[in-house]
């Protein structure tokens, strides 16, 4: 043959039993078939085999594997984001005249889907106070589909009742999906208490260096398993091999990583609960965080993310002095790596409470705790 045609041969040349420790990164989108007979484009690859790299490749599914293993559920999808896999729960369970629930706490872009898309499908989701509990009884509706947890909340750090609104969502046959990116999957056990599903931003402590976006959303019941396997085919929600080989080994890390950031960043709640500028600090393991009693009572653990508002005399203008005055924590959005990042949130309201420009919100990275300290200190002294 043409050494044209020869340079296309699949063949492998090199031996095939190399056995390393790591999970090797497999690219590709078609997969090949002994016979035309064994053609098939069925999304589901654990049972009937691999059919095309949309739906799974051996290093994808090896992360949704372990990720399964992680929050003990029975079946893992890896999607491109955290947000894409809102996206995938949301299509899995409303449709066209569906009501949902999300409360005010929920992840900003979450809300924006609400407002956005999902109102333009005639999907009507309604915001709830996340402290509301079993009060979510008379939220509920003929037509509601879906009820959003997200605890602690994003930004103003809300701790959920959740299993008292699990148990009004079951009573009345509602699905109660939770946002489990703070906990990592690990700190708040989703299925022990009775979350249908969860997913997670893996972009924040399973990737762990900021380097990485992917999402993922876990089920355990088989219904809701086939829902979502038809909306994730359909939107084809195709993850990077790459991006998966590092998810795999952040989880390698993740036990060391939450170990010493919860020790650093509860240590770093506790000075800033002693400062005279601060206010309040919104750490779920601290009391002074609205739901403190539902962390204490369902979590294992606290990570590295909370907020503090400043007091009434700090002018807006000099919080943004003071973010501006640290220099190892960076201003920057995510969380969940290992550099520490500091953002004020101008706009930031929830009914009945609005902070006024005055909140600002941390995540501790790996430093050394007694510098980040040091930082925020100078920080303070300039205002
Ligand atoms: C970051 C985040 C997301 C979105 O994750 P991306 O991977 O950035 O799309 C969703 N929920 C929460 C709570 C988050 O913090």
Redesign the pocket.
Known sequence: MDWRTRLLDATPQSRRDYRSLATPVFRGSTVVFDSQSKVSDDWEQDKSGYSYGLYGTPTSLELASRIAKLEQAEHTFIVP????A?ALVYFAFCKAGSHALVPHSA?G??KEMAVGLLRGLNIDVEPYDPLIGSGIADLIRENTSLIWC?SPG?VTMEVQDVPAIVTEAHRRGVKVAL?N??SAGVFFDAFAHGIDVSMQ?L??YIGGHSDL???SVSVNDEESYSAMGDVYRQLGLAVSPDDCSLALRGLQTLPVRLDQLERSTLAVAQWLQAQEAVESVYHPALPSCPGHEFWKRDFSGSTSVFSFLFSENISQESVVTFIESLSLFHIGL??GGINSLAVVYPDVERPGKDYKGRLVRLNIGLETTEDLINDLQRAFSRI
């Open positions: 984001g955290g947000q894409a809102i992840y872009p979450n997200e994003s946002d990116t703070y931003a972009t924040k976006l992917l999402g995510s969380w």
